[in-house]
């Protein structure tokens, strides 16, 4: 069961509640009789191992864009 962290409006209390998923959010302190809101943390993800870029997936790493980027294009045409 999930727990959720409410905020009251009025007192500015902060209390844990285990809620089902299906369960309505609660609105009103029980101590002040304050308007309550859900606190949203931001959830940490950590991505780690090879696969997260375009990059990352190729088999020759970025040897076409450093060759590309040398300036030995032999298509070019000097006057």
Same mark, same amino acid.
């Given at each position: ?13 902060? !209390?844990?509640?285990f809620q089902?998923? =299906?369960?309505?959010?609660?609105? /009103?302190?029980?101590?002040?009789? +304050?308007?309550? #809101? ?8 950590v991505f780690?191992?090879?696969? !997260? ?5 190729? =088999?020759?790493?970025?040897?076409? /864009?450093?060759?590309?980027?040398? +300036?030995?294009? #032999? ?5």
């Open positions: 069961m999930p727990t959720y962290e409410y905020r009251c409006a009025r007192c500015n209390d902060t !209390f844990d509640v089902k998923f =299906s369960a309505r959010s609660l609105r /009103t302190h029980e101590g002040c009789g +304050g308007e309550l #809101s859900k606190v949203i943390h931001p959830a940490g993800v780690k191992g090879p696969g !997260f870029y375009t990059t990352d997936s190729r =088999s020759n790493g970025g040897a076409t /864009t450093a060759t590309a980027s040398s +300036g030995t294009d #032999s298509s070019s045409v000097d006057d």
